[in-house]
Nanobody, 117 residues
């Protein structure tokens, strides 16, 4: 099983980034996919979630209207489009796959996002 995030980096406030998470080794279409983030000294927090079919999404209040989660089940990939980035969005962003049956959860290694001028 692998979840490989990419697309992180340094961006100025107000800028945009698109994170990608490529999945392999499991049945991607059976899993809800989420993005979490963890800033230094803080707990990991849920940013956005998308259902296995891609027909429903949910967001943390702090990112609503700025971030969009999507998935391409043909490519086994989930995305996080981040717009109007703020310094407080600085964190390591992690991809997560979750299946409620037997509560199976997989994590990626994380990608750093830094928002600074």
């Amino acid at each position: 099983v692998q979840l490989v995030e990419s697309g992180g980096g340094l961006v100025q406030p107000g800028g945009s980034l698109r994170l990608s998470c490529a999945a392999s080794g499991f049945t991607f279409t059976s899993y809800a996919m989420s993005w979490y983030r963890q800033a230094p000294g803080k707990e990991r927090e849920l940013v956005a979630t998308i259902t296995s079919a891609g027909d429903s999404t949910d967001y943390a209040d702090s990112v609503k209207g700025r971030f969009t989660i999507s998935r391409d089940n043909a490519k086994n990939t989930v995305y996080l489009q981040m717009n109007s980035l703020k310094p407080e969005d600085t964190a390591v962003y992690y991809c997560n796959a979750y299946r409620s049956y037997r509560r199976v959860s997989y994590w990626g290694q994380g990608t750093q996002v830094t928002v600074a001028s």
